[in-house]
């Protein structure tokens, strides 16, 4: 629980909208509460009165008719309110959490699949809206209503009041706090089996291709059917606690209007309380423990929230990336990059760089070439401060990139990697990620660079186009190109290409090195590659490993 709690501060941040649901939460509550109480009362008073007396049956009739108009608006406006509040605290609770990943180093991202990380910033943080649904709300609106009742039992019949009070404060407290304590560890069993779901999901949509390559489907859909069995075991554990819980409560509801109707009887008997009071209040605690139903229900869930805070908590405590400097130093538009004796290590006993230096001047097109575990994507790491140096330093134009603000340096440098994404959407949307503020003419601009304009122009809807998931509606030279138009509509100096050409072959290899010569005029390129590379590409090679 102390996960959760640790939460807390996001739940501040919506205190007024969850206080308005909350408060029309116990609004419900009491307008039910009087509807049955009142419509006891009376039905009892007519049935008892003479047919010769005086009643008035319009008063009573009118507050009926009040009472539920009242409760019907009352209850969707606490619906309304509530789901709202709870749904911007989740995605406040989202961009948190993902703003919390992004600082994360690649060797800590790394250790978890990507199903789990789709698990953590989804089935997670939608178990958090328990939390006041289903778990704070309820309760505080048991204990509120209850309250209120009480003191207006205790006014016409003490003993009632201390029956229906010790009664709903164990409906709402005690059952709850033994429902958790009883399916905690189901609650932590369905959040991971249900992360566990969702990777091995993810992993058999990722690997399809490789898993039938290697006849490995059986294998794949065994492990998904174990997944699935413990699953649905953790699911029918916390079931069974959540129908006990019910049954307790039950239980619990039907003693409380026993004692009501037993000490209500004897007080008839002496002539302390009238029949009409009476079955009043006997409807009235009945209806009292209405709230109960939703408080059983969190209560379980509240084990799986739990458990979702936890992974989220693991996930996003303990040191992140690395930190911008108290007084960040100002970037030069343009400068000489520099690696000045530059040593890493994942292994501090197996450093993959010692003694690393390069420089590479303002405008110079320069190939780091080696062969695998040479420390090429450590490099790139390091210059993107991914991860920080263990000794020597990288500076730009004479200032060490610790020294400046990381998103300062990130405007400075654009990035192609091997596997740069095609996100689904317009061919305008994956290139204003280079810039945001770029108009259509100079996207296209970047596109005839890349050897891409004359495609999109062709195109019906041009720049409008829609792309399929991970640009499937393009050729894979096709989506290169437009990552590269992409690196290029940033008004960064330095670009960087990570393996650009994997996957292409050698003619469209050959093209999109022709390419980078051209699209690349004026700015530092920093060019990691194990292709061979025709002459001219760069300005020089420098070997590593």
Partial sequence: MTALFSLLPHFRRRAWGLGFALALAVLTLMAGVALLGVSGWFLTSAFLASSLAPFNLFGPSAS?????????????????????????????????LFLRMIPLGPE?????????????????????????????????????GGSVLAVVFHMALPPAAWIMG?????????????????SRRPGEAVAQTSGDLRAAVLDGVEGHADLIAFDAVDTAQAQFEHAARDAGTAR???????????????????????????????ALRAGTLSAPWMVGMVLATLAIFEVVGPIMRGSTRLSVAAAAATRIDALTSGPGGPADPAVPRQ??????????DVRYGYDAARPVLDGFSLRIDTGERVALVGPSGAGKSTVLQLLLRLNDVQGGAISFDGVDIRDMAQADWHRHVALLSQDAPV??????DNLRIGDPQADDARCLRMLDHARLGDFVRSLPRGLDTWLGEAGSTLSAGQARRLCLARALLSPAQLIVLDEPTTG??????????????????????????HAQLPAGTVDRVVQLG
């Fill in 64 to 96: 009926i008719r009040a009472l539920s108009m009242l409760r019907i608006g009352a209850r969707y406006g606490e619906r309304v309110s509530g789901h709202e509040a709870t749904l911007r605290l989740l995605s406040d609770l989202r961009r948190w």
């Fill in 108 to 144: 800590r991202l790394g250790r978890l699949r990507g199903g789990d990380l789709v698990a953590r910033l989804t089935a997670d943080v939608d178990a958090l809206d328990t939390v006041f649904l289903f778990a704070f709300a309820p309760i505080a609106t048991a204990l509120i």
């Fill in 166 to 182: 010790i009664a709903l404060l164990l409906a709402a407290l005690g059952v709850p706090i033994w429902l958790v304590r009883r």
């Fill in 236 to 266: 029918l554990r916390l079931a069974r606690a959540a129908a006990d819980g019910q049954a307790c409560v039950q239980a619990l509801a039907g003693l409380s209007a026993i004692g009501v109707l037993a000490v209500g009887l004897i």
């Fill in 331 to 340: 970037v030069s538009a343009q400068g000489t990059l520099m690696f000045d």
């Fill in 423 to 428: 996100f689904l959407g317009t061919i305008r």
């Fill in 504 to 529: 292409l072959d050698r003619d469209n290899e050959l093209a999109f090195f022709q390419d980078i010569v051209h699209a690349t005029q004026g700015r530092t390129v920093l060019l990691v590659t």
